[in-house]
């Protein structure tokens, strides 16, 4: 079974900037689809950035684009989402997910239902 364990959550002020990793358990080319999900609270878990490991641009979510990037280490396994100019609107748990069966049509259009695989989160706060 994979495993996923984000790290870099913190609490910083609107403007600033946080790395957040995700270490797997097992190669990273392995893990078809790669993804960051968020879930504030009373709000659905919703997706961030996704990234198909073996081809093609990633995917962002409007709210993100332009200030956050997904990136990976294929030596270290982790992946990475650097997220700077953050909002208050960005205060959320952030999970990790990696799906293996997943399409590269799914992957762009990433939905929860559709990976196995989840980290534990971590948390990020984004004060005013």
């Known amino acids: 079974q994979v495993q996923l364990a984000e790290s870099g959550g913190g609490s910083v002020q609107a403007g600033g900037s946080l790395r957040l990793s995700c270490q797997t358990s097992?190669?990273?080319?392995?893990?078809?689809?790669l993804a960051w999900f968020r879930q504030a609270p009373g709000k659905e878990r919703e997706p961030v950035a996704s990234?198909?490991?073996?081809?093609?641009?990633?995917w962002y979510v409007d709210s993100v684009k332009g200030r956050f990037t997904i990136s990976r280490d294929n030596v270290k396994n982790i992946m990475y989402l650097q997220m700077n100019s953050l909002e208050s609107s960005d205060t959320a748990m952030y999970y990790c997910?990696?799906?293996?069966?997943?399409?590269?049509?799914?992957?762009?259009?990433?939905?929860?239902?559709?990976?196995?695989?989840w980290g534990q989160g971590t948390q990020v706060s984004v004060s005013s």
């Open positions: 990234v198909y490991t073996t081809g093609g641009g990633p």
């Open positions: 997910a990696a799906g293996v069966d997943i399409r590269p049509s799914s992957c762009s259009t990433p939905r929860a239902v559709l990976f196995g695989n």
């Open positions: 097992v190669y990273i080319h392995s893990l078809r689809c």
